[in-house]
């Protein structure tokens, strides 16, 4: 059980696999289990917290518990977020994470991106989702490198899956770490994975007040990418207010208009990308 946000999964826990088939076709190489150096103090994946005491007592759950045990959880996930961000600077992976409501288009801008970076860069995918592989193969079909991370009733991805993805993962180094989170706008803005930089994606179906309404995940972003811009002629959708919207919360924000369907924007989403590696290699 979550102590910040009350998900979890009492069925079993957090679940990180390759996809279907064997390990050498799906990411393109051998699997090697965890010997890439990638750092394991711990043998659990899930840094949520799960004490007993959580659920036998339930009259301790006051004001005060909740918020000593929110920090705590958050505390160790920051913990784990920064051993991540290490382990990745190390070998100057690059790692996005990709926030948004479910339907927004995170999977198919993957499978865009994926595509026209064939050839130019190695590209590894981290799959967050309740349930199912659908995602993960469909970004196999691709032609990348991925792992699903099945969260079960858990609503966000934290650390501790991270860590355990980019174990199964072992991306190579200079490669692109892309992570589609769990499809939501609200807890996955609380956790850092120890990515570089934080996307919201909002598709023009959704309502032009999104940024409005979920505040918090629109302040954490770098980049807010407006996709589904083939859709703009047949829905009530401004994107010049929208935009507007998003920098009422979070001033410094860039906000690019894109379509994974057709490919409009999709270059001002690759030179951001770049201009996102070149600041890397100065740090």
């Not at 679940?15 to 711990?42: F, K, N, Q, V, W």
């Not at 990745?88 to 595509?115: Q, W």
């Not at 032009?208 to 995940?217: G, I, Q, R, V």
Request: glycine share 10%.
């Amino acid at each position: 059980m979550c102590g910040t946000c009350g998900c979890g999964d009492e069925g079993g826990g957090t679940r990180i696999s390759l996809p279907r088939e064997d390990h050498t076709r799906a990411t393109g190489r051998p699997h090697h289990g965890h010997g890439h150096g990638h750092d394991h103090d711990d043998d659990h994946g899930h840094d949520h917290d799960h004490s007993p005491g959580r659920h036998e007592d339930e009259g301790a759950r006051d004001t005060g518990e909740t918020v000593t045990l929110e920090q705590r959880v958050l505390a160790k996930n920051e913990l784990q977020a920064e051993r991540n961000r290490a382990w990745l600077a190390e070998r100057r992976i690059l790692a996005v994470n990709l926030m948004s409501s479910p339907g927004a288009g995170k999977t198919t801008l993957l499978e865009r991106t994926i595509r026209d970076f064939s050839g130019r860069r190695p590209v590894a995918v981290v799959e967050g989702d309740q349930e199912t592989m659908l995602d993960a193969d469909r970004i196999k079909r691709a032609g990348c490198a991925v792992v699903q991370v099945n969260t079960g009733a858990g609503c966000h991805l934290d650390a501790g899956m991270m860590k355990g993805a980019l174990t199964a993962l072992a991306p190579e180094e200079g490669a692109l770490v892309l992570v589609e989170n769990v499809g939501n706008l609200v807890c996955p803005a609380l956790f850092d994975l120890g990515e570089s930089s934080r996307i919201v994606i909002i598709s023009v179906t959704e309502g032009t007040d999104k940024p409005l309404k979920y505040p918090y995940m629109f302040g954490a972003a770098d980049l807010v990418l407006i996709n589904k811009a083939d859709l703009l002629p047949y829905v009530d959708f401004d994107v010049a207010r929208c935009e507007a919207y998003a920098r009422s919360v979070n001033p410094d924000v860039r906000v690019l208009t894109v379509s994974a369907t057709t490919g409009e924007g999709m270059d001002q989403w690759y030179e951001w990308v770049a201009a996102l590696d070149a600041q890397m290699l100065l740090s």
